[in-house]
């Protein structure tokens, strides 16, 4: 068995521990900051993007053979911060389908993927105010699936599911241009820990569900065997007070080596959309 995923119980409960300490600080900062909200004003930012571009596929439960196509990506962002305060909440829904083909074009592989990411982030700014720095860390969680179109009666679809916790960072850039505000953002997340779904080499999932033969199918992970990058560059233009329109690329490199087995989803999006400000004030009762 591959040495990366071979780990004694010891090891895997302390990283499993970690997991849920990060995802339990997570949660407590996002408690307190919701009940500051509550009593206060606060600052909201929302933006949709809908993207297109190069998708690359490849799991070996599946099949050997690597693919290639035309993906499609949704996406969108919720930003809260407290006026004042330094920290904010970030939630982004993402939500990928692609239709790729094997070098010869004679096998078909589909794709859909959803990722749920929360995250909360440590503001600085600078050059009075034009630039922006954020630090902190995500959750990402992940659901999806793998259809191999020649694989009817073996093996024809591969689940996937994981969770993950990404150091994360954003840079933002405001200048006026043309009488317009513009701004450039920035954004990158980078694995740490996490788990994930995978069965074993040469287990069917006949064995797993039907027959409950458990054979080291939730996986802990960490940058090593799944060295994934998520990164974001959007240029955004206002055109009205609170309307803002962005284009930009969307890069998600999902891979993993876990169980033997080898996967990856590699997406190359260009994005259009569009963003919008708030601002709120909620009165104490």
């Keep these: 068995m591959n ?19 990060l995802l339990s600080l997570m949660a407590v900062t996002a408690v307190e900051a919701q009940d500051a909200a509550a009593n206060g004003r606060y600052s909201k930012t929302r933006s949709y993007q809908i ?35 330094r920290w904010s909440s970030v939630v982004e829904h993402q939500l990928h389908f692609s239709n790729t083909a094997d070098r010869a074009g004679n096998d078909a592989m589909i794709e859909a993927t959803y990722n ?19 630090a902190g860390g995500m959750a990402n969680l992940g659901l999806g699936a793998f259809y191999n179109t020649r694989n009817n009666a073996n093996n024809p679809a591969q689940g996937r599911l994981s969770l993950n916790i990404m150091p994360s960072a954003i840079a933002t850039y405001h200048f006026p241009f043309l009488k317009r505000r513009w ?4 954004e990158l997340q980078l694995p740490l820990v996490g788990v994930m779904f995978s ?7 006949y064995e797993m569900f039907s027959r409950g033969n458990y054979d080291h199918n939730i996986v802990p992970t ?5 060295p994934c990058m998520r ?29 033997n087995l080898k996967q990856h989803l590699f997406c190359h999006n260009i994005m259009v959309g569009f963003v919008q400000r708030f601002q709120i004030t909620r009165q104490r009762p």
């Design 183 to 186: 701004a450039v953002r920035y």
């Design 231 to 259: 990164q974001q560059v959007r240029l955004e233009c206002s055109v009205w007070r609170s309307m803002t329109l962005s284009l930009g690329y969307l890069g998600d490199y999902q891979q993993a080596k876990v169980n």
């Design 116 to 134: 749920c990411l929360f995250g909360r982030f440590y503001a600085w700014s600078l050059l009075g105010g034009s630039l922006s720095l954020q």
């Design 51 to 85: 993207g297109a571009g190069a998708a690359h596929v490849l799991d070996t439960y599946l099949t050997q053979e690597k693919f290639k196509g035309t993906g499609f990506s949704l996406l969108s962002i919720e930003e809260r911060q407290q006026t004042g305060a």
């Design 3 to 21: 040495s990366i995923t071979v780990m004694s119980f010891p090891m895997c409960k302390n990283r499993v521990r970690l997991l849920f300490l």
């Design 222 to 226: 960490t940058f090593v065997a799944a």
């Design 199 to 205: 069965p074993n080499y040469g287990q069917s999932y």
